[in-house]
């Protein structure tokens, strides 16, 4: 590569003139008054939307428990903001969806006037069979256009949507439907991935079917017909194919948006903890809005000419708040595409970018790892000149994916914002401005407003005080105030809501994440420092696999740790005890990896198992991973006698590293 690396990239003038924010002290001055006085901060960006009844006071709530209510007493409705309101705003016949399936001539537009047409008549159909305010309804859908219609449709009458990813398996949506009580489901008969139809309806026959033996029984599931001439058996009374319903004639164009309370719940989110059972964040109304309206339209410097690509998948908070709500709240044209990045060839997003003519471009270090692998004449071959600003999500992204991006898509011009956050908190909370600060490859830079990270140091036992980290001191990444896009509760679980949040450092939020501070006040974040691991910036508890695995007659003790790949950042390394009847082979292997694939989805096969005698265990019998995460790593000869000290049979150590899978 030709250029010179620095330590800080600065915005180019013609960059800073048109930002929206264009400078540091800007950026302090207003960043300053959203921590000091929020009240006044929020509440003069919620006269933005549209208000059914305006709030009575912008924010209340007990922080330190995760007590928070904004815009108290207001009554509006997400769908109506995304859509009529832009219609208002003379936005009616602008782009507002730009739909590219996987065969390249399945390429849709919607106006906003268009999609609040859809929008309406799905939101009517579902209404006619049933779908109520307040009702939970499980979406498993993949990435086409009538994904963002249909939650634009539930959250027009107030049903509350659990987009569950499409690569999940039967009974991992199962367990979601049953953990929200979901009785409704909108599924498709089918879609492309990498040239082959997939059939999703299958999966879904079968959750239906493991939800009525757990006592939930599904009344209706509604099929999209992505698919033509692909057959798939319908069950007459309980099935419904949403394309006949829509063209009854009864469909009206017009269905009036429920007047929600700022507190009403929008979504519930499932992201994995650190124990087996899945989390189910609840986000609420008003809050979400501004705050995914406001991150979007200052990181990606948000201008009414730009094209935004987000590859996310919908079914993970990335896709719901960067490809669906902030886009749409502001306006925007936002791109959604059906299938993978290599497919037909790997160069499908640079040709989406040339095609659609995409200003502002989203994705994740991994999927830049697996591009910058292959032939530089698949990135060359497009026009890029469209771009004027790239972004990153999900994991911390190394230095030489870094400068590949800058270098290749960004052509040396481009800021690239490095956002971190997670599914709870709704939005980004720290990343770079664009127009206002210097870029340091691998920092996500600053705090957004309302958001005050600090850094802790690990406590050691419940009665000792919160105590700040040195500059340049690596700790636990906490955030000491509360914006109003952070997750209410955990559906459901109350007190799980504030143990696994409030309690590790009692005052603030717990993150999860390991991170330092710089003498800039640049936030680097390390990586997780519970037990989730980050594969492919899908985030994975080793519990929940772990759970799986021991269920295998096969299986007495496993043990899942996470270790470093150099495409997917992470992967699953797992030990396995097996019971005498079973030999530690090839074939169990192979079992192991599809129970996994069965019980929770492609995303969990684990990259590598090893077969122990023994697993390393302190002296009250507790799995210590921290070796085990050791020797997965390679890096066996860090364990040290202070680690070796704890176990009660230390010499099992040397036999489970040499034996190492590589
Ligand atoms: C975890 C959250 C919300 C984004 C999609 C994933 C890691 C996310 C970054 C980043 C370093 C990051 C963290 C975080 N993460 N973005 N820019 N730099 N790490 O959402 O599934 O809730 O995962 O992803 O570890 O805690 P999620």
């Known amino acids: 590569m030709a250029t010179e690396r620095k330590d800080m990239y600065l915005p180019e003038r013609e960059f800073v003139e048109q930002a929206n924010i264009q400078s540091r002290a800007e950026y302090e001055r207003m960043w300053k008054q959203s921590i000091e006085d929020p009240e006044t901060f929020w509440g003069y960006i919620a006269k933005d939307f549209h208000w059914f009844k305006p709030w009575v006071k912008v924010y209340r709530g007990e922080p330190e428990i995760g007590d928070n209510e904004w815009f108290i007493g207001g009554k509006t409705n997400i769908s109506y903001n995304c859509l009529d309101a832009q219609i208002e705003k003379g936005r009616g016949d602008k782009v507002a969806l730009l739909f590219q399936g996987e065969p390249e001539a399945d390429c849709k537009r919607f106006t ?3 999609l609040l047409k859809h929008v309406c008549r799905f939101a009517n159909v579902l209404k006619k069979n049933g779908v109520k305010k307040g009702d939970r309804i499980a979406l498993y859908l993949p990435m086409i256009w009538q994904l963002p219609v249909v939650m634009l449709a539930c959250a027009r009458i107030g049903a509350v949507h659990t987009v569950v990813f499409g690569g999940f398996s039967a009974e991992a949506l199962a367990d979601r439907m049953l953990a929200c009580g979901a009785k409704k489901l909108v599924t498709t008969n089918g879609y492309w991935r990498g040239g082959k139809k997939i059939n999703a309806k299958a999966n879904v026959d079968r959750a239906c079917m493991l939800c009525a033996s757990a006592g939930l029984t599904i009344d209706d599931v509604f099929v999209v017909d992505r698919m033509v001439d692909f057959d798939v058996p319908y069950i007459v009374y309980r099935d419904t194919s949403l394309s006949k319903e829509l063209m009854l004639e009864e469909i009206s164009d017009f269905c009036p948006a429920e007047k929600m309370d700022a507190e009403d719940p929008l979504f519930i989110m499932y992201t994995s903890g650190s124990t087996g059972k899945p989390k189910g964040t609840l986000h609420t109304t008003a809050g979400y809005m501004v705050y995914t309206y406001t991150t979007f339209k200052y990181i990606f410097d948000y201008k009414e000419e730009d094209v935004f690509f987000c590859t996310a998948d919908i079914g993970w908070i990335t896709g719901h708040s960067y490809i669906v709500y902030g886009p749409l709240l502001n306006g925007a044209t936002t791109v959604l595409y059906e299938s993978v990045p290599t497919y037909p060839e790997p160069d499908r997003f640079w040709h989406i970018i040339d095609k659609f003519k995409v200003t502002t471009f989203y994705t994740a270090p991994t999927v830049i790892r697996s591009l910058m692998n292959r032939d530089i004449k698949w990135v060359e071959k497009h026009d890029l000149s469209s771009l004027r600003l790239l972004g990153s999500v ?3 992204i190394n230095p030489e994916a870094w400068q590949w991006y800058y270098h290749y ?3 040396d011009h481009c800021p690239i914002v490095d956002t971190w956050w997670q599914t709870e908190a709704g939005g980004i909370l720290i990343s770079a401005i664009p127009g206002a600060m210097g870029l340091k490859p691998g920092s996500a830079a600053l705090p957004f407003f309302g958001v005050k ?13 919160a105590e700040e980290a040195e500059v340049n001191e690596k700790g636990e990444l906490c955030l000491a105030s509360n914006w109003p896009g952070i997750m209410r509760t955990l559906y459901g679980e109350p007190e799980r809501h504030i143990s696994g949040y409030y ?15 710089d003498e800039d006040g640049y936030f680097w974040i390390t990586g997780r420092i519970d037990d989730i691991v980050n594969i492919s910036g899908h985030r994975l508890g080793t519990a929940e696999v772990e759970k799986v695995l021991c269920s295998h007659p096969g299986v007495v003790e496993a043990a899942v740790v996470g270790y470093p790949h150099p495409v997917k950042g992470e992967d699953l390394y797992v030990y396995v005890v097996t019971s005498a009847e079973w030999e530690g082979n090839d074939a169990l292997r192979d079992e192991l990896k599809n129970l996994v694939r069965q019980e929770i989805g492609p995303i969990a096969i684990p990259g590598k198992i090893q077969f122990v ?3 390393p265990k302190n ?8 070796i085990l995460r050791k020797i997965a790593s390679g890096v066996g000869n860090e364990i040290d006698a202070s680690m070796l000290n704890i176990l009660a049979e230390p010499g099992i150590v040397k036999i489970i590293d040499k034996e190492r899978i590589v």
Do not use: C, W
């Open 453 to 465: 990270p600090v850094i802790l140091r690990a406590r050691n036992s419940g009665d000792e005080p």
């Open 394 to 396: 999900g994991e911390p």
């Open 613 to 615: 005698q023994e697993m």
């Open 619 to 626: 002296r009250s019998g507790k799995i210590v991973r921290r």
């Open 112 to 114: 906003y006037k268009e």
């Open 503 to 517: 309690t590790q450092q009692p005052g603030y939020f717990f993150s999860g994440d390991g991170a330092y501070k």
């Open 409 to 411: 898509v960004g052509h």
